[in-house]
């Protein structure tokens, strides 16, 4: 995105000559990918027209000014529908965007299409029974799972569909495809980036935030759509940083902390072996790195679980009573469940997550970020149900939610970024954390760890 953005500036191509390029690749590579739920054609290229109007009369509006990109399809896009990757919405065309939408439409983006997912936002791998299941490009002999709930927005980056995206995150959804698919990906602070027009699943642990194939092009989205938004009361008024500006290169003196328990030590061998040797290399840069555990991290999970499928159920209530035929098998069971956690249980939950926040605070208090796998395995085969980790046997689908919720639960910023492959060629992915609403530093360390490495210029094989 931000090379794109450069030559775009310098009049070396034309937004339009951008979006049908990448209206191209959609025709020819999305039928077997099944990265969009809707393509934005004709609205793509008046808007790419647009842009490149403005930018000939000296009016760019940004850095990413005539780039195209894909909301995932639970973003209210005005005109165009947000079916949230469901049946009961199929036909749902809102009447105005999501506040994130129209941001990066006042920086100059261009939304390309509207990005598959797994219904409802309810499910770390990413399948959809209505619109088909977004397939991971790593893997052309196989159907692996992209990783959820944002599969098509990493699907699309990583095979070029598009240069950037919007994914949500409630307990990974945005890091474990950017690290299943090999691309960047940032959950920011909770309060960080309004969530005003883009459906709820988990109001106090819903994230919005950027995914694309570098940490720079995510500085940059992440500067056009942050900010308090009256729309949004749990936004923050917090003034919004240069988040490109602080992006030197350097990590001389950065303190990191590489989570061993509950984190790397569980991973699959290979994914723990990339994750140290990506601590070796941050400490080999300047890069102050020790080891630290979380003491509360092992009540996560339940205490998670009571607050998600308590929040979900309270906004699908009505329509589980006259649709539930509509939601596809494993979204509606999940919904089902929410109506066994009661009250006090809710309120567990919310104590125990003060626990989790000040315990991820404290490690945190003399290190500037955490250095964690995003995900213990790399992309499983859809209908793999089971699998091994370093302290046993898991099922997949809490294998991929293991170390990217604690920090939805705590609403600390986190991002993923590759760091390796298997020995199969699948991706690795690797999480920095950082302080509430210091994703400058988050971004800093990410961005640094890529360009001390190549992985960020992998492409994959359906790309």
């Known amino acids: ?124 791998e990413g399948l959809n029974a209505h619109y088909g299941d977004a397939m991971n490009p790593w893997d052309g002999g196989a159907h692996r799972v992209a990783g959820g709930s944002s599969s098509g927005s990493g699907v699309a980056v990583a095979a070029a569909l598009c240069p950037g995206a919007l994914g949500s995150d409630t307990g990974g959804s945005i890091r474990i495809p950017a690290s299943l698919c090999g691309i960047s990906g940032l959950k920011p602070t909770y309060g960080r980036v309004s969530r005003a027009g883009v459906l709820p699943l988990s109001w106090s642990m819903d994230h919005a935030g950027p995914m694309a194939r570098t940490v720079e092009d995510c500085a940059l989205m992440l500067r056009a759509m942050a900010g308090y938004d009256p729309a949004d009361p749990t936004t923050s008024v917090l003034p919004v940083p240069d988040y490109a500006a602080a992006l030197t290169g350097d990590v001389r003196g950065l303190r990191v902390g590489l989570l061993r328990a509950h984190f790397t030590d569980v991973a699959a061998a290979e994914v723990r072996a990339a994750v140290e040797k990506a601590a070796k290399t941050l400490e080999q840069a300047g890069a102050v790195v020790d080891e630290v555990g979380l003491a509360q991290i092992e009540h996560v ?77 790399p992309a499983p085969a859809l209908g793999e149900k089971t699998t091994r980790l370093g302290d046993g046997p898991s099922d997949v689908r809490s294998a991929l939610l293991r170390l990217t919720r604690p920090f939805n639960f705590s609403g600390h910023p986190a991002c993923s970024v590759p760091c390796g492959f298997t020995s199969t060629g699948l991706p690795i992915g690797l999480q920095f954390v950082g302080r509430p609403f210091d994703e400058a530093t988050v971004l800093r360390a990410g961005d640094a760890y890529q360009r001390l490495t190549e992985w960020r210029a992998r492409r994959p094989v359906l790309a």
């Open 301 to 377: 999970p339940a205490a998670a679980f009571a607050v998600v499928a308590t929040e979900a159920l309270a906004y699908h209530a009505e329509w589980m009573r006259t649709r539930a035929a509509d939601y596809q098998p494993d979204v509606r069971e999940r919904l089902k469940l929410g109506a066994f956690v009661s009250g006090v249980h809710y309120v567990r939950a919310q104590q125990v997550r003060q626990l989790v926040r000040r315990d991820v605070d404290a490690a945190l208090a003399r290190r500037d970020v955490l250095l964690a796998p995003a995900t213990p395995i």
């Open 1 to 124: 995105m931000a090379e794109l953005g450069r030559m775009i500036a310098k009049k070396e191509v034309s937004p339009v000559e951008v979006v049908r390029t990448h209206l191209a690749r959609v025709t020819a590579l999305d039928g077997k990918l099944r990265a969009f739920i809707t393509v934005c054609g004709e609205q793509a290229l008046a808007a790419a027209r647009t842009a490149e109007a403005e930018l000939m009369a000296g009016r760019a509006a940004g850095p990413l000014h005539g780039v195209p990109y894909g909301p995932k399809d639970l973003y209210n896009t005005k005109g165009v529908r947000t079916t949230g990757g469901s049946r009961i919405l199929a036909d749902a065309v809102p009447t105005e965007d999501s506040t994130v939408v129209a941001r990066l439409a006042a920086a100059g983006l261009i939304v390309l299409g509207k990005l598959n997912m797994h219904e409802f936002a309810y499910g770390p």
